[in-house]
């Protein structure tokens, strides 16, 4: 009788959190990461969410938060999903990735995918090598706040110092409050070309630390609400990623070469 209860209880709720009245509410990131978002309602990913929009008669809402406001915003419900999330364990307990029938990732289905590098001061003598620091001690390494990589570096066994935004994290380099930082690689690319004085500063250092597929996770009620529509939004992100249009949009913002290698 009780588990008869639970289930009716549950029902109601999950029709609660799953119904939509209105648009879609997808949430991202308050800081530029160049080329996928330069401002409000700005950027590649934006680009290619309204092809998506117009592909499927979707209407979407944009909600630009903190990053990690708009995670929290999205496991809570009050948003239903947050544009370019990179899979980690914690996010996929409450949040719904697009998978294939085996239970992994289905790729395909991606927005984009980016990678993080260190950066290092010129002067310092810390060094990453076969996936670890060298000559680090006891100091942070600078991850933006909320990002997935900062867990990456944790689970090495160091300790991080987060900061909002990329522009901030190479200030920090510049006062030496960092001796290195982990970027994202277009992003710190962008800054080093609109600040040339930083080259004399920071160096990218090695192999990436991370090369991230980039996803449109939905709150896992909603997804269990809507799940057909989830999908076809899935899909249509695809669709949208391979279309001329995109493509075009793409290799203007970062180049030919850079496009093949994104794409793979």
């Known amino acids: 009788m009780f588990r008869v209860m ?3 209880l549950l029902s109601l709720w999950l029709g609660s959190v799953a119904a939509i009245d209105g648009p879609i509410k997808l949430c991202f990131e ?11 309602d700005k950027g590649l990913v934006l680009f290619e969410l309204a092809l998506v929009e117009k592909d499927l008669n979707q209407k979407f809402d944009y909600i630009r938060l903190p990053w990690r406001r708009c995670l929290l915003e999205v496991q ?8 370019a999330a990179s899979f980690n364990s914690e996010r996929a307990s409450w949040g719904s990735y697009p998978q294939n029938p085996d239970g992994s990732l289905n790729r395909e289905l991606r927005l984009h995918t980016d990678s993080f ?29 909320g990002y997935s990589v900062g867990r990456n570096i944790e689970e090495l ?4 110092k987060t ?13 030496g409050v960092l001796q290195v930082a982990v970027l994202q690689h277009y992003e710190a690319l962008r800054l080093l070309k609109a600040k040339p004085e930083l080259n004399t500063v920071m160096v990218e250092d090695g192999p990436p630390v991370k090369v991230a597929d980039q996803y449109l996770l939905f ?4 997804y269990a609400g809507n799940e057909a529509q989830v999908r076809s939004i899935w899909s249509a992100i695809e669709r949208a990623r391979k279309s001329k249009k995109y493509q075009d949009e793409e290799a203007l913002m970062l180049g ?6 994104m794409n793979k």
Do not use: C, K
């Open 163 to 175: 900061a909002r935004s990329a522009e901030d994290l190479t200030r920090m380099l510049e006062i």
């Open 157 to 160: 066994g160091y300790p991080v």
């Open 76 to 83: 809570t419900g009050r948003i239903h999903a947050a544009i």
């Open 30 to 40: 308050d800081s530029s990461v160049y080329p996928w978002i330069t401002g409000d």
């Open 219 to 222: 709150n896992s009620l909603f």
């Open 256 to 261: 030919t070469e850079a496009r093949v290698s």
């Open 117 to 145: 590098h260190v950066f290092r001061r010129l002067d310092s003598p810390v060094r990453w090598l076969n996936q670890r620091f060298e000559n680090l001690g006891a100091q942070p390494v600078g991850v933006q706040l």
């Open 6 to 8: 639970l289930a009716a």
